[in-house]
């Protein structure tokens, strides 16, 4: 246990057991602990391994790169359809951790092996994602932000598609295109703003 991670359960205000219990059991499969994103974080020769994070419903075990595991007892959940790397094991009381316990040690072994692996989760390029007819619109008709928004890294792009693309009525798409396009302009993504 790493004393500098003691707080982040000491002052958790809600699910305090469930993630108690998590944190055994990960540290039982000798990961290295350190407080990341504001949250308890477990890796493997310094390769981010698995998060334990909570919610309003539940909290959660989140492995990095569940994608690539062995999932036979269908508990790994990905959050969204544009989570491509990441899967959660969720848990409502301590019950489900003891009764899970074995399988998340499995899943926690099976993640350092896939780090040991060297294995990396093939994420789609950016092209493939999907581009709003009303932002393509914009783009053809202003060079200049269709050549800033290509010099954007692929990240700050997919989440500009991804952000234009949520929106269900086309009257918000546009409000949020008009928005950001300044920000576009000087080069920044949809977090930096």
């Known amino acids: 246990m790493n004393p500098d991670v003691d707080l982040y ?4 205000a809600a ?9 055994k059991v990960i540290l039982d499969c000798g ?5 990341k994103w504001g949250c308890p974080c477990y890796a493997y020769q310094s390769s981010n391994v698995v998060l334990i ?3 309003k419903e539940y909290c959660a075990v989140l492995f990095f790169k569940g994608a690539l595991l062995n999932d036979p007892e269908g508990l790994l959940i990905q959050q969204t359809k544009n989570v491509q790397a990441a899967r959660q094991m969720r848990f409502t009381n301590p ?5 899970y316990e074995h399988a998340l040690k499995a899943y926690v072994y099976e993640a350092i092996e896939v780090e040991k692996a060297g294995l990396k989760v093939k994420m789609k390029k950016t ?13 053809e008709k202003k060079a200049a932000l269709k050549k800033a928004f290509e010099a954007l890294t692929p990240g700050r792009q997919r989440a500009y598609l991804l952000f234009f693309g949520s929106a269900k009525q086309a009257k918000t798409r546009e409000e949020r295109i008009k ?4 920000e576009i302009m000087k080069g920044k993504g949809l977090n930096d703003v």
């Open 9 to 12: 359960f000491d002052k958790a």
């Open 15 to 23: 699910w305090q057991k469930e993630i108690g219990l998590l944190r």
């Open 31 to 35: 990961l290295e602990e350190e407080l």
């Open 53 to 55: 994070h909570t919610f």
């Open 95 to 99: 019950k489900e951790v003891t009764k």
């Open 127 to 139: 092209k493939e994602f999907e581009m709003p007819e009303e932002f393509r619109a914009a783009l």
């Open 179 to 182: 928005k950001y396009v300044p």
